[in-house]
Nanobody, 122 residues
């Protein structure tokens, strides 16, 4: 059974940093893709970053200069380091998983965590 548990969200001032964690179980990191998505109120859930097959990192163009995805194979955890945060980064951030290669489309991820809320104040 695939399980994804996010943590690390909170309130931060603009230009600050946060590191989100996604602890996963029930999947093989070497053959699955783990992604981060976010959803602000009234908007579509959008792609942020993904780690495919344990080796390949992908980013949304608008976030690649500020966000970094990384992994800890021992802890079965994927991280999203977010720097230079802006008020428009405010959203619920979700970890998602799919059995296969990279995709930036949320509907291609069948497994989702409960989300962690990030609020960036100006």
């Amino acid at each position: 059974q695939v399980q994804l548990v996010e943590s690390g969200g909170g309130l931060v001032q603009a230009e600050g940093s946060l590191r989100l964690s996604c602890a996963f179980s029930g999947l093989s990191f070497s053959t699955w893709t783990l992604g981060w998505f976010r959803q602000a109120p009234g908007t579509e859930r959008e792609f942020v970053a993904a780690f495919a097959w344990g080796s390949f990192a992908y980013y949304a163009d608008s976030m690649k200069d500020r966000f970094t995805i990384s992994r800890d194979n021992v802890k079965n955890t994927v991280y999203l380091q977010m720097n230079s945060l802006r008020p428009d980064d405010t959203a619920v951030y979700y970890c998602a998983a799919r059995n296969g290669g990279y995709s930036g489309r949320n509907y291609q991820y069948p497994y989702w965590g409960q989300g962690t809320e990030v609020t960036v104040s100006s």
